[in-house]
């Protein structure tokens, strides 16, 4: 039986599962759309579309490496209970080494992508487990990083993987110093690598801040401008990884530690778990009186 974008839609709608899901749940029960539902069901995709609209904000950062490739994700949840179960950690593990196997784009290709040749995507491997673990899960964001052979990838994971920072060096095969730059990354917090990163407008809309800012606290304006250059260094050192001091010698800057090696900052990503991300309101006396309405 052809299969119909309306019956897609029926069956979405129904369910509220993936639109590959539904098409697949459909062409498995020759369209009948009563079977199609409890197929979803037994596979637990219907259940996890029922968790969707829930706040989930909790999880993980993961790093992977394999040869000169790495990645660092983040993968969420609504507890920070569930990061403690093997079945999530065996999927942070299943997730990460999908992804450096067919290096996607975006978490929209990678959810739609066969797992490993296994007739499965990602998104039913994940709506998976949202059945057996009962929370709704999702994979927020990745980053894949390359290296050469004469590179080194700093990964580092605090908290269990709160804070997840993945860095790549060049010039040097030290994974201890790579180690460490990361793990500076993640306390610290930089978001360039160098001043050179740093959009043009961006320095100017700060330069002109800390014009207006001298001005108003009545310097003259022919030292407005050296003060100005002054504070604008401190800014450099707030942002950019290489004019930070390192935070196991604070009196070196970062950009001397990795010249002492010859080596290269490439790049970095740092992930803080649910940041940016509306976080969900314990209130558990609401919790109990929905669970004596039911």
Do not use: W
């Not at 299943?94 to 998104?123: C, F, H, R, W, Y």
């Amino acid at each position: 039986m052809a299969i119909t974008a309306k019956m897609v839609k029926e069956l979405r709608e129904k369910t509220g599962a993936g639109m590959m899901d539904c098409k697949k749940a459909l062409q498995e029960t020759d369209g009948d759309i009563e079977k199609a539902v409890d197929y979803l069901r037994e596979k637990g995709i219907a259940k996890a579309a029922k968790k969707a609209d829930r706040i989930a904000a909790e999880g993980s950062a993961y790093i992977l490496q394999d040869n000169n490739d790495a990645v660092l994700l983040e993968v969420n949840c609504e507890t920070d209970f569930v990061t403690k179960n093997d079945q999530f950690k065996q999927l942070l593990d299943q997730i990460a080494k999908q992804l450096l196997s067919q290096k996607p784009a975006s978490v929209e290709e990678a959810l739609q992508q066969k797992m490993n040749g296994d007739g499965d995507t990602l998104e039913t491997v994940i709506n998976g487990a949202v059945a057996k673990i009962g929370e709704k899960i999702s994979l927020r964001r990745f980053t894949i990083m390359e290296k050469t052979d004469n590179g080194a990838f700093g990964a580092y994971l605090h908290m269990g993987g709160r804070i997840g920072a993945l860095a790549v060096l060049e010039g040097t095969t030290d994974e201890q110093l790579a180690k460490d730059i990361a793990m500076h990354i993640a306390a610290v917090n930089p978001r360039y690598v160098s001043r050179d990163d740093v959009a043009a407008e961006e320095v100017e809309r700060e330069r002109e801040v800390l014009k207006t800012q001298a001005l108003n606290e009545g310097k003259p304006e022919k030292i407005v401008e050296k003060m100005v250059e002054g504070r604008l260094g401190k800014f450099f050192e707030e942002i950019c990884l290489l004019d930070q001091s390192f935070v196991k010698d604070p009196d070196q800057k970062v950009k001397k530690i990795v010249e002492a090696k010859n080596a290269t900052v490439k790049e970095f990503a740092r992930y803080e778990v649910g940041e940016g991300m509306e976080k969900r309101e314990e209130n558990f006396a609401d919790e109990v009186m929905s669970q004596i309405k039911k």
